[in-house]
């Protein structure tokens, strides 16, 4: 969890496209984790950050009751898009900070210590970001595998999906489902990084094991 | 209308009671009243119970706030109705989600009877839009998830779904 730097334009990105579909940081109403990641920001984001600035605004606007919004301040890591990586260390936000002015620069507090920690852990941040992008789409994908008979070898065939590797792809947990005349199918769960593994690419490598399977189909796919 | 009405007073936490009728073809609503003609217009009832119940600040604070929740009842009155044309109802979300890209409520900071009646008049259209389409109106779909989750504001209405992961865009 968390927003990365929160300081860096990359970070204000990740919480800008977090707000797009919500109007708080948590839940429905205004709460400390608004304010501890308010805090942690700089200044209003800029204007193409159009999300991200309607939230500031409004969070704003709550200047006077900060102290009285409900929930309780955690560590910035804790809030915002569930895979992003927590690079906040203990050089950005471990404050107690109700005594803080909403608006006081924290820079002048910044050991050079911290600064340079911080530095180090941008660029680590940066890096790792361009490697891979900040958000990693997964898919849950439910397979059905088809046998040619009831004397199909299940546990062998089984065996067999499982033994397709690939980077990016996750087995699950299976089970036999009969579907009539002795026959059952292999219903076996799987999680893809979209990216790297596609239905085709799994259907080609299953259905390559022609002694057992006769088909493969996808009976659920859902967007993690 | 009728209906709307009875959700707003119990919203409000008025001991309801009161007696509604509607009016000629467009089923105006009206306020039933012992001592005489009664109230008449959906935008005018909600404001008296809204000041029966005496949460005025429902009503906008400033001068402007005011007149911006009065804009909007009377957005809802004039656009947002049953008998909107398909095209009608696509322009309505298309203004709106340009409206409410840079505003939590309609008023802008503040939770206005404005979002709630406009939450009412919407709810059978968001009801019915797909998935692709709540994307599209992005900040619509944002704003009628925050009002549909106040407190008292939903109640038998069917709570409408907005999913988490964005499947279809990644440019706003």
């Given amino acids: 969890m968390g927003f990365g730097d929160l300081k860096s334009a990359a970070g204000l990105r990740v919480l800008n496209d977090f707000l797009a579909d919500k109007s708080y940081i948590e839940g429905y109403v205004p709460s400390q984790a608004d304010i501890a990641v308010f805090e942690a920001i700089a200044g209003p984001p800029p204007a193409d950050l159009f999300h991200a600035l309607r939230w500031y605004n409004h969070i704003k606007s709550y200047e006077k009751q900060k102290a009285s919004l409900p929930g309780v301040k955690k560590a910035l890591g804790k809030y915002g898009p569930a895979d992003v990586e927590d690079t906040t260390g203990a050089a950005t936000d471990s404050k107690d900070d109700d005594d803080i002015d909403l608006f006081g620069s924290d820079d002048e507090e910044e050991s050079e210590e911290a600064k340079k920690l911080r530095e180090e852990r941008l660029a680590q941040y940066e890096s790792k970001k361009s490697k891979k992008p900040a958000v990693v789409a997964k898919s849950s994908i439910l397979l059905d595998v088809k046998p040619w008979d009831d004397e199909t070898d299940m546990a062998k065939l089984e065996e067999c999906v499982r033994s397709i590797q690939a980077d990016g792809l996750v087995w699950g947990s299976s089970k036999l489902v009969p579907v009539g005349y002795g026959i059952k199918k292999l219903q076996i769960q799987c999680v893809v990084e979209d990216d790297k593994v596609g239905t085709d690419m799994l259907e080609e490598r299953i259905t390559a094991f022609e002694d057992y399977v006769q088909s493969m189909d996808v009976a659920a796919f859902n967007k993690i | ?172």
């Fill in chain 2, 1 to 172: 209308g009728a209906e709307e009405l009875q959700l707003l007073e119990r919203l409000l936490g008025l001991p309801g009671g009161n007696k509604y009728g509607v009016q000629g073809e467009r089923k105006v609503p009206v306020l039933q009243s012992n001592s005489g003609p009664g109230l008449t217009g959906l935008m005018t009832i909600a404001a008296h119970l809204v000041r029966q119940a005496r949460r005025e600040q429902l009503l906008g604070s400033t001068a402007e706030e005011k007149a911006v929740v009065q804009q909007w009842l009377e957005y809802r009155v004039t656009r947002v109705n049953g008998g909107s044309s398909k095209e009608d109802t696509r322009t309505v979300l298309k203004d709106l989600n340009i409206y409410l890209e840079d505003k939590v409520y309609l008023a802008g900071n503040t939770f206005t009877l404005a979002d709630i009646l406009m939450y009412y008049g919407l709810h059978h259209i968001m009801v019915d839009l797909t998935v692709q389409e709540k994307e599209k109106y992005l900040n619509v779909s944002r704003w009628f998830n925050h009002i549909q989750h106040y407190p008292g504001v939903r109640q038998h209405l069917s709570n409408v779904v907005f999913i988490k992961n964005r499947l279809y865009t990644n440019a706003h």
